[in-house]
C-alpha cells in the first residue's frame, strides 16, 4: 500500500482515521477495517531463553517448561533485588532511571515498528529528547526539594535550580518547535497520533517512575514494601491459579483466574504484615536519605518516628477469645501495610490487565524478551508503576506533615528584611502561646 493510498483511507461508520477517495466524478468509501489489517505488525519476539535451560527442560511440556523458566529466572530477579537494596537508596535510585528508561524504550518500539514503513521523520530523536527533558524536569525538582544544602553550597547547582523551571520549559518548547518543523504533508494525522504516543508514554511511565524516587526517599520501607507486595501477589496468584485454577478472571487476560486472584489477595496481606514487621527494626530501612554536609555524602540515619515503635494493640473480642491474647505488639507501620498489600493485590493487578489490553491491541504477547519467560521490562513492571503512585498517594494523605527543612529553604531564599519580619511574627506567637519569655 502507497502512503497515498493510506492517507486517503475511506469513511467507515465515522472512523476518526476514515477519509474519503475523491474520483473524478463519484466518491468511492473504503471499509477502514479491511485497510487497517494491512497495517504492519510488530515483530514477534524470538524465543531467548537461554540454550542450557532449553536442554535441561526439553523432555518437559511447553506448560511445565513455562513454568521452570519463569520460577529460575524469577529467583534470579529476587536476588538481583536483594543484592541492590544492600547497595543501597542511590543505587536503588538508578535502577529505576535504568528501568523507566528500558520501559520507555519498549512502548516507543512497538509505535515505530507498526509505523516504520511511513518513514516518520525525527520519531524517534524527538521521542528520546522529550525522555531527556522530562526527566531533567523531575530529577531536577527531586535534588531541589532533598538536597537543598548541596544545591546552596555549589554556585553552578544554585544557579540551576533557581532557573529550573525556565530551563525545563525552554528545553520542551525546543522539541516542540522541532517536531512544528518535521510535520510532512500527508502524514500530519500519523506525526500527531506518534506525538500523543510520545507524550502518554511519558505521562505514564516517567511520571510514575518520578513518584517511585519520593516514595525512596520517604524511607527504603516505602520503595520495598511496595513492590515486594506487587512481586509476592504475582507470583502466588501464578501458582494459585496454575494449581488451582478454573475459573476465568477477565477476558483481557485468559490465564488470570479467580481463584489465583483471590490466593495471591490473602498470601500478599499475610506477607506485607510479616516483611513490615521484619523492616521496621532497622534504622536503614526506615530513615529518610539526607545529605549531611559535614561528610559530603548521604546517609540513611535517624532516630525512628513513632510509626516504626513497637505499640500494644488491643484485640477485638472475637480475636481475643480465639487466640487467648488480650494485646498485640505490633509496629503501627504494620497496619499500613495491609492497605499497601490489599491494594497490590486487588488494584495492582488492573495495570496488568491495561498492559494486556494494549498488548492484544497490536497482536504481540510481550513488550519485548528481555527476560526469558517473563517478556519485556515493562511486563514485569506494568503493576509497580500504578502501585507507585497510590502510595505516593497514600504518603501525602495519611503519613507525610508539613516538612519543616522545606519550610526554612524558603525561608532561607527570602530576602533579609522578609526572615526577620518573620521571625518577629514567629516570636510574638510563641510568646503569647506561653512557649518563650518576653524579655523585652
Known sequence: ????????????????????????????????????????????PADDTPEVLNKALSGLSSRWKNWWVRGILTLAMISFFFIIIYLGPMVLMLIVLCVQIKCFQEIIHIGYSVYHSYHLPWFRTLSWYFLLCVNYFFYGETVTDYFFNLVQREEPLRILSKYHRLISFALYLTGFCMFVLSLVKKHYRLQFYMFGWTHVTLLIVVTQSHLIIHNLFEGMIWFIVPISCVICNDIMAYMFG???????????????????????????????????????GYSFFVCPVEFNSDHNSFEVDCVPSDLFQLQDYALPATLESLTGWP????????????????????????????????????????????IPGHGGIMDRFDCQYLMATFVNVYIAS?????????????????????????????????????????VA
Request: charged letters at 20%.
Open 242 to 280: 496454575f494449581f488451582f485454577g478454573r475459573t476465568p478472571l477477565i477476558k483481557l487476560s485468559p490465564k488470570k483466574t479467580w481463584e489465583g486472584f483471590i490466593g495471591g489477595f490473602f498470601s500478599t496481606v499475610v506477607f506485607g504484615i510479616l516483611l513490615s514487621y521484619v523492616m521496621a
Open 327 to 370: 494485646t498485640v505488639r505490633l509496629y503501627p507501620f504494620q497496619i499500613h501495610s495491609i492497605s499497601l498489600s490489599a491494594f497490590a493485590s486487588l488494584m495492582g493487578p488492573f495495570g496488568g490487565f491495561f498492559a494486556s489490553g494494549f498488548k492484544r491491541a497490536f497482536k504481540i504477547k510481550d513488550f519485548a524478551n528481555t
Open 398 to 438: 495519611f503519613i507525610r506533615g508539613p516538612n519543616p527543612a522545606k519550610v526554612v529553604q524558603q525561608l532561607l531564599a527570602l530576602r533579609l528584611d522578609q526572615q526577620l519580619n518573620i521571625f518577629n511574627s514567629l516570636k510574638s506567637h510563641l510568646i503569647e502561646r506561653g512557649l518563650l519569655e518576653d
Open 1 to 44: 500500500m502507497s502512503n497515498d493510498t493510506f492517507c486517503c483511507l475511506g469513511k467507515a461508520e465515522g472512523h476518526p482515521l476514515s477519509e474519503s477517495i475523491k474520483g473524478a466524478d463519484t466518491m468511492k468509501y473504503v471499509d477502514y477495517s479491511v485497510t487497517i489489517s494491512r497495517l504492519p505488525e510488530v515483530p514477534v
